[in-house]
């Protein structure tokens, strides 16, 4: 039976989980990002294409896909109950299929703590104007 965290606690642990995530994806570690990733999770781009844990993986792991910098410019969280929702701005540079691209989008991000890791299980960008 999972204990309940003391408030704020889970939203430090969701904060940890996402950092372990962002640097997850810059080093290229899919073990290390499928540990964070719930295994219904949805990723959906700024270009508005949808991807599982399985394709988000797959791309980083073949080079596809790959990040330099991912920063979270801004941020706040929600709690209820199991799940934080976190919304924010991130900004990074990446390359999709070797075209680079500065990222500036605003993100919302949903993530469910069961046992003893947070896991996030949604992901949304859009694209934010300089």
């Not at 929702?85 to 999709?96: D, E, P, Q, W, Y």
């Not at 991000?109 to 949304?124: F, I, K, T, Y």
Request: glycine fraction near 6%; proline fraction near 2%.
């Amino acid at each position: 039976m999972d204990m309940p965290c003391k408030q704020g606690e889970l939203k430090e642990r969701v904060i940890a989980a996402d950092l372990a995530r962002r640097q997850a994806m810059i080093r290229g570690d899919v073990e290390a990002l499928a540990s964070v990733l719930a295994d219904d999770l949805v990723w959906t781009h700024s270009s508005g294409a949808a991807e599982s844990k399985a394709e988000v993986i797959a791309a980083i792991a073949s080079g596809n896909v790959r990040y330099e910098q991912l920063d979270v410019e801004e941020d706040a969280m929600r709690e209820e109950n199991a799940l934080v929702v976190h919304n924010g701005l991130l900004t990074g540079t990446a390359s999709r299929g070797g075209q680079n691209k500065n990222l500036h989008a605003r993100f919302l991000a949903v993530w469910r703590v069961s046992g003893d890791e947070p896991r996030l299980m949604a992901w949304q960008s859009t694209n934010v104007s300089v």
